[in-house]
């Protein structure tokens, strides 16, 4: 008997240890922050479990169920969702960062970037399209000045580079210039840039042949954790040969690719997703590392200039396009153009620029509605718009419900809202993904849903201290009731917050507290993880 209980003293013994282990665990004392009762949905794509969840300073500490710890503050969150802050991988939320700098009311300063906290989005990329600055790291530090409702990761973009080296021209690099915009790429990546973005449908960067643009993703590629971002050259009757394209250039750089806000654009279009999908599923067979990103809306929002008036057209800048636009020979040749197509798809173009003083009486009207009230053509009409507005934007109904779907299912397309504009986009992006895709169509699980704009986002993008609930993370975190989740902003009315968030937490403080905004600038001004 003797001989029995020695024996298993060293297992009594090991068992009591693990017992004081996880009892150690499960008590860290004091936390700031202690959430209760919620339904924590970590990220990962896994269901949800009942517990609490702890945050000290600016990080999650404690994740369990004893009801021993103790804290400063507590939020009941009986009944709610729990999960991490949404990732944006798509914005234009930089033009909002230093929009106002005078003195303004906590409710009203553009910095807090109010449109995405109230969908529960506490980090945000920016700089897509191209359109990111070389000098990343000045801009970093203006942004630390100016302070920041939610975090941001920032892109070198072609359009700056080619600008400061070659202008706004239709012309070739030689191979000193190619140089020149070489190092420029590499200070961005130097600076903290999350990677090298291109806007191939805008002037100057349309004017890139495939060649140049894989000499500066080649120069991004060489820093651990880079991405190529891409608005493609075509997302209508080209959308085939532009992820071809963009395929290639992942493949020949030797980095991962990702597709900006992925559609089958024009009528003439609709139902090409099944191939476009079929081409990229065969490429990440091959062993490229495409993703993409998309938002839930039939329409997208761009300069006007940029879906009308040809390349050659846009060659040299604004003042340039507009004297063009002047010449009677040549504003004949474009409008030319423009008249090939059909005169109805004007009722599907929506002028959209509300901050634009002047253009009041046309924000919300179609080309088609003020072509029949100047009695002019399509060509004539856009002519004209731009003249006097060349910075005209406008909303475009161009996609298909069936193909959004198509997209949204599949495991590497993730949230990214393209926002920045006036436009649901901006506002109701990830809500409208929850409440109707998850809750209305039930595409997908809850689960699937939040960790494609969290967990998925992290993972694609090397952010190894975001994205899931985990002891150790960042405390970007979000509280939401599923049953009040509502999209309120409409194509008629944009500028309308979405409700539903009843916490919203960046780096451990209260962003949105009680459904408010707080008045607190809690973000970072982000550098691409993963080192040089």
């Known amino acids: 008997m003797k001989g029995m209980i020695k024996q298993y003293i060293p297992v009594l013994f090991l068992a009591l240890c693990t017992v004081m282990a996880v009892t150690a665990q499960e008590q860290p004392g004091e936390v700031d922050l202690l959430i209760k009762g919620a339904w924590v949905f970590d990220g990962s794509g896994k269901d949800s479990v009942r517990t609490n969840v702890g945050v000290t300073g600016e990080k999650i500490s404690y994740i369990g169920t004893s009801d021993a710890v103790k804290a400063k503050k507590v939020l009941d969150a009986e009944g709610l969702y729990l999960a991490p802050g949404f990732i944006d991988t798509h914005t234009h939320a930089d033009k909002w960062v230093v929009q106002n700098m005078g003195p303004v009311t906590p409710a009203t300063r553009t910095n807090a970037v109010l449109p995405w906290l109230y969908q529960g989005v506490t980090t945000l990329f920016a700089g897509n399209d191209g359109f990111g600055t070389y000098k990343v790291g000045e801009k970093l530090k203006e942004y630390e000045k100016i302070g920041l409702g939610a975090n941001f990761y920032l892109y070198v973009g072609l359009s700056s580079v080619r600008r400061a080296v070659l202008g706004s021209k239709d012309v070739d690099p030689n191979e000193e210039q190619l140089e020149a915009m070489r190092a420029l790429v590499d200070q961005g990546m130097k600076e903290g840039a999350i990677g090298f973005s291109t806007g191939l449908l805008y002037a ?10 894989i000499e500066m993703a080649k120069v ?28 290639r250039i992942g493949r020949e750089a030797g980095m991962p690719v990702h597709v900006s806000h992925i559609k089958s654009a024009g009528k003439s279009n609709w139902g090409n997703s099944d191939n476009a999908i079929e081409l990229i599923e065969k490429a990440r067979k091959e062993g490229v590392n495409i993703t993409a990103n998309q938002y839930p809306f039939e329409a997208s929002m761009t300069s006007l200039r940029a879906n009308t008036v040809p390349g050659w057209g846009q060659s040299g800048g604004t003042k340039a396009m507009v004297k063009r636009l002047k010449d009677p020979e040549l504003s004949q040749k474009i409008m030319d153009e423009l008249n090939k197509r059909d005169p109805e798809s004007g009722k599907n173009v929506i002028i959209s620029s509300s901050r634009v003083a002047g253009l009041e009486d046309f924000n919300g009207r179609s080309l088609y509605d003020i072509g029949q009230e100047w009695d002019t053509d399509y060509g ?97 975190i979000i509280v939401f009731d599923p049953n009040t989740l509502k999209a309120e902003s409409t194509f008629k009315d944009p500028a309308a917050y979405s409700k539903g968030m009843k916490y919203v937490l960046v780096n451990g403080k209260l962003a949105i507290e009680n459904g408010s905004y707080t008045g607190v600038l809690a973000g970072k001004a982000l550098k691409r993880q993963g080192g040089e």
Do not use: C
Not at 239 to 244: A, D, G, P, T, V
Not at 429 to 434: A, D, E, P, S, V
Not at 456 to 467: M, P, Y
């Open 204 to 213: 100057p960067q349309r004017y890139a042949e495939t060649e140049e643009v």
């Open 220 to 247: 991004a590629a060489k820093y651990k954790g880079s991405m190529y971002d891409t608005h493609m050259r075509s997302e209508t009757s080209k959308l085939l040969n532009s992820i071809e394209e963009t395929i």
């Open 380 to 476: 004539e009409t856009v002519r004209r718009l731009l003249i006097m507005y060349p910075g005209l934007s406008a909303i475009s109904f161009s996609m298909s419900e069936e193909d959004i779907s198509n997209f949204m299912k599949e495991p590497w397309v993730m949230t990214g809202s393209d926002g920045g504009g006036a436009h649901p986009r901006t506002y109701a992006t990830f809500t409208t993904i929850l409440e109707e895709y998850v809750l209305e169509k039930k595409l997908f699980s809850m689960a699937w849903g939040i960790h494609r704009a969290t967990g998925l986002t992290a993972e694609v993008f090397n952010l190894k201290d975001r994205g899931l609930i985990e002891e150790g993370r960042y405390a970007d």
